[in-house]
């Protein structure tokens, strides 16, 4: 993520920020120019756009609901940005914990969605392409329209993605991920889990880069439903951290595939944040280059595979010893072997093919 300036003060701001805590200016994100801006209101309720004076803006309609700040054209014809119009349903509002939960679903959600854009993937609504389009229901496990009680079920199908709301309650995730013994659990993970299944289907399933796939990941063709049912029951072969970024991803080669795709998405948004801040590695008294990293790329834009792995692996090293410092595990949990390296490197070239 990028580091964000109020256009008006200088002071920084973030990501989610609605209002520029020194000079109070409103703020808005423009998805268009990639930058959070301050705004001016203008007299028929549009915004002035400091980052981009000649195009004025409105706010997103979920912006009344406190879960969006981004910006739409002053004319659009719809009135949801583009990471909300990939909703096709939302929890009842009328429950404050709903409420609650479903803005920490959208925090995570956004940022899921900056990261697709700057990297130039497709990405479009069900609602503009029914077939290929990519939606969101986020439900609450209390059945639907009515329905008697039953669980919800995290995961995705033909562009689908749901998510139970309760993920969103910290307690309840860290309950689920002691349970499946899982080192991460993150809603932002989640979401870029999920839509690392989406984009096999737009990518892989039907294209060139399907052999390949096989050979790296596995045959998908194999039955699904009996794969996860073996996972849960025996749990991830004994060398499975040789061969997968996480013991969940040896389950089936489409979750290999997700798991492989989140990792990537991580690497990339978090080298992003690392240089906007001016991060540099360079151990005092260390003469291992392997050891030093400096960023002078656009990791959204870093096409070299290998730049990208020499600036992420010391940034963990890094970044997990600063963790420890504070009493808490590794921020990274991970380690990436040579198999799961060779994997990251088909999603990479998947993406900036």
């Not at 849960?232 to 991803?249: I, K, L, N």
């Not at 963990?316 to 060779?342: K, R």
Request: hydrophobic share 40%; charged share 20%.
């Amino acid at each position: 993520m990028r580091v964000f300036h109020c256009q008006h003060c200088g002071q920084m701001v973030y990501f989610a920020n609605t209002r520029c805590e020194r000079c109070r200016h409103r703020l808005g994100y423009s998805s268009d120019l990639a930058v959070l801006s301050a705004l001016v209101p203008l007299e028929n309720g549009d915004w002035h756009v400091l980052a981009d004076p000649a195009h004025p803006a409105r706010f997103c309609a979920n912006a009344v609901h406190d879960v969006c700040n981004w910006l739409i054209p002053a004319g659009s014809l719809t009135p949801f940005c583009r990471a909300c119009r990939l909703n096709r349903t939302i929890p009842n509002l009328d429950s404050w914990e709903n409420r609650l939960r479903w803005q920490r679903l959208e925090t995570a959600k956004h940022r899921l969605v900056y990261g697709l854009v700057r990297l130039g993937l497709p990405l479009t609504s069900r609602f503009d392409e029914p077939q290929t389009g990519l939606a969101f229901d986020f439900l609450v496990s209390s059945g639907r329209m009515g329905e008697p009680w039953a669980p919800i079920v995290t995961g995705h199908a033909a562009g689908l993605i749901t998510i139970d709301i309760a993920e969103a309650d910290d307690a309840e995730r860290e309950r689920h991920r002691q349970d499946m013994v899982e080192a991460y659990r993150t809603l932002l993970g989640h979401f870029r889990h999920e839509v690392g299944h989406y984009y096999w289907e737009r990518l892989v399933r039907c294209g060139p880069w399907l052999t390949a796939f096989r050979e790296l990941f596995g045959d998908e063709r194999q039955e699904y439903g009996a794969s996860l049912a073996r996972h849960y029951a025996e749990g991830p072969p004994d060398d499975w951290r040789q061969r997968f970024v996480s013991g969940y991803a040896s389950a089936h080669p489409w979750e290999d595939f997700a798991e492989t795709w989140a990792h990537h998405l991580h690497i990339v948004d978090t080298l992003e944040t690392a240089d906007a801040f001016g991060m540099r590695i360079q151990p005092r008294g260390e003469v291992d280059p392997a050891l030093a990293m400096s960023i002078d790329f656009d990791p959204y834009r870093q096409h070299d595979f290998d730049a990208l792995m020499r600036a992420w692996l010391p940034l963990t090293y890094a970044v997990n010893s600063l963790n420890h410092s504070m009493g808490l595990p590794d921020l990274y949990p991970f380690v990436l072997a040579p198999t799961i390296m060779g994997k990251l490197r088909f999603v990479h070239g998947l993406i900036f093919k």
